[in-house]
């Protein structure tokens, strides 16, 4: 079986990076994991608080999406590391986040992002899905861990 998720409303909406389950990273505290991943896409570090402090997913996203400031030049060969970090700080903060992905057994995790083909499986389902990827990697460290 698949599980597929996308809203922060759906059964498995915890996932999404739009999900409001903040964590604590390098002594500040992240709204979202999406606030965490579109202010690290610049080196301005203004904007980057900037875009931290947005008041909603969609006010990170966009200002995230800005190019008013130069994104960081290696941003491409970055982004999913920053994503891991995120989504690890996410699951690591949340205990019930936490027992939900591991609850999720074998399954494979699937972001249905119409809109997305990196990150989710697009609207064809074609996408690499790297969101959820990622999240199955995760899965499989707490796994491993001892105790």
């Known amino acids: 079986m698949t599980i597929y998720f996308y809203g922060k409303t759906d059964e498995y909406g915890c ?9 604590t990273m390098d002594g500040r505290y992240w709204r979202s994991v999406e606030h965490y991943y579109q202010a690290h896409k610049f080196a301005d570090a203004a904007w980057t608080e900037r875009v931290r ?3 909603t997913v969609r006010e990170a ?6 190019r008013k400031v130069p994104i960081r030049p290696d941003w ?7 994503m891991v970090t995120a989504v690890r700080a996410k699951i690591d903060a ?3 986040v936490r027992q939900q992905l591991l609850d999720t057994g074998e399954e494979t995790l699937v972001e249905a992002s ?3 083909h990196y990150w989710g499986c697009g ?3 074609s996408g690499a899905n790297k969101l959820g990827q990622i999240l199955m990697q995760i899965r499989s460290e707490l ?3 001892p105790g």
């Open 76 to 82: 491409e060969s970055a982004r999913d590391q920053v």
């Open 114 to 116: 119409p809109y997305d």
């Open 143 to 145: 796994r491993s861990r």
């Open 15 to 23: 996932f999404a990076n739009t999900s409001s389950h903040g964590f």
């Open 53 to 55: 402090q947005a008041r």
């Open 123 to 125: 609207a064809d389902g």
């Open 94 to 96: 949340h205990a019930e």
């Open 61 to 66: 996203r966009a200002l995230g999406q800005s």
